[in-house]
């Protein structure tokens, strides 16, 4: 496995500098807002245009990415998001932060479709799911590391917001030395969402709703426990400890939903993530620590929602929709979370920092009532289901990526999609 991995090992190491920087930076503007007195309605917008520059990236930065190639693109989006931390920094002030934090999402997305489209035409096609899940991985360990990156200096001044431009600069250099040959961008295929929700409403439900809890998380939940009066290392250890989480319980509710109608496993994996997504409200009063655990447990089954949405998806589409059907799911699940963390900020600031886990629990909860609902009229098809991927959102590359199989009905082969 390693001898495949040496070839894209920078580029693996561009990305984890790179989410080391920006996870620290998403964390830190948490507690510098907390610090310069932000309310919850503005923390929760900052995360509202972040992932609304997610979705205005998906359709900018593949342009970019043509004109001048990915080793130029990299260096432009990467240098826009270490001005943009700095920004953060230089002018303390909303009207600065939040038309940075939009550009971030832009620049963040194009960065995404660079390393993905580069991984995908490198990996040779049987090591595709293993590069998937090593590019996963270093994904959800750099973020989970990013966080304990708080407690190297003080939020209140510039230490924090330098280390996270350093960080993101520092991604340039093993991408900028690669020898590896540059791939194309193809035009992504225009989703058609009416059509989406028709085949696959089950999928199509788990991605907005993940958005919508997801989104919030990533745009609030430092809020959450820096006004719960966790302190920077509590911040780090609960923002840590569900990132870990959602790692490590994916694979055992991935093949729980292989083994069973995935439909009925994200009714009940919503329904237990609504239940936990209480807890670390409750375990407050007893610590930083009881708090991390609960947020361990919350993250374990809510991040497991998503990728359970795109492989109920895969088991619903024929092979040559699958492509467009995963473009179409991100975008849904872009729009929830572009919404959530708005709507939970104004939630949190007419009913106090504890309207956050009730959001979560609110918007799973909702999703395992529908699915429930929806199962009634669905008979169960676990022989035809796909081999279930562990993932987070970034782009529809990652899929072609991922290269998840389904058994064909009217064949013995195994067929990619």
């Known amino acids: 496995m390693f001898v495949h991995l040496a070839p894209l090992a920078a580029l693996l190491g561009g990305v984890a500098l790179l989410l080391l920087g920006s996870g ?17 309605p503005f ?31 990299f260096a432009f989006f990467t240098s826009a998001v270490a001005c943009s931390v700095l920004l953060h920094e230089m002018w303390v ?32 096609p049987a090591q595709r799911a293993r590069v998937f ?24 001044t510039h230490t924090l917001f330098v280390l996270a431009a350093l960080l993101v600069c520092a991604a340039v250099m093993p991408v900028a030395a690669t020898r590896l040959s540059q791939p194309q961008i193809d035009n992504a295929a225009a989703p058609a969402l ?22 919030a998380f990533w745009g609030l939940g430092a809020v959450w426990a820096d006004r719960s009066g966790l302190g920077s290392s509590g911040v780090a250890a609960f923002m840590s400890a569900t ?4 790692a490590l319980f994916q694979w055992p509710l991935g093949m729980l939903s292989d083994r069973h109608d995935r439909g009925r496993v994200i009714t009940l994996v919503a329904f237990a993530a609504a239940l936990l997504a209480l807890l670390p409200m409750f375990a407050l009063p007893f610590g930083a620590d009881a708090t991390a655990t609960a947020g361990l447990l919350y993250g374990g089954f809510a991040f497991a929602l998503y990728p359970m949405a795109m492989a109920r998806l895969i088991d619903r589409l ?5 492509l467009a059907g995963s473009s179409g799911l991100l975008l849904v699940h872009g729009i929830g979370a572009a919404l959530g963390p708005l709507a939970a900020g104004l939630a949190m600031a007419a009913l106090g920092p504890d309207a956050l886990p009730m959001w979560f629990a609110l918007t799973q909860g909702v999703l395992a009532l529908l699915t429930s609902s929806l199962l009634r009229r669905m008979p169960a098809q676990v022989a035809l289901q796909t081999r279930f991927l562990p993932m987070v959102r970034t782009t529809s590359t990652a899929f072609e990526l991922a290269g998840t199989a389904r058994p064909d009905p009217d064949t013995s082969t195994t067929e990619t999609r």
């Open 24 to 40: 620290l930076l998403t964390t830190l503007l948490a507690v510098r807002g907390g610090i310069e007195g932000y309310g919850s």
């Open 43 to 73: 923390m929760g917008l900052l995360g509202s245009l972040f992932f609304a520059g997610f979705l205005i990236g998906t359709r900018v930065a593949p342009t970019l990415i043509r004109r001048v190639g990915h080793v130029r693109a």
């Open 93 to 124: 002030s909303p009207w600065v932060w939040a038309p940075v934090r939009l550009l971030t999402g832009i620049a963040m997305v194009g960065l995404y479709a660079i390393v993905e489209s580069w991984l995908n035409s490198q990996a040779a």
């Open 133 to 156: 899940a090593t590019y996963m991985g270093v994904n959800l360990g750099a973020l989970a590391l990013a966080q304990q990156l708080l407690q190297v200096g003080d939020a209140a």
């Open 194 to 215: 009416r059509s989406l929700y028709r085949k696959a409403p089950i999928a199509f439900d788990a991605a907005f709703a993940s958005g919508l809890a997801m989104g």
């Open 243 to 246: 990132i870990v989480g959602g």
């Open 318 to 322: 024929d092979p040559h929709e699958v």
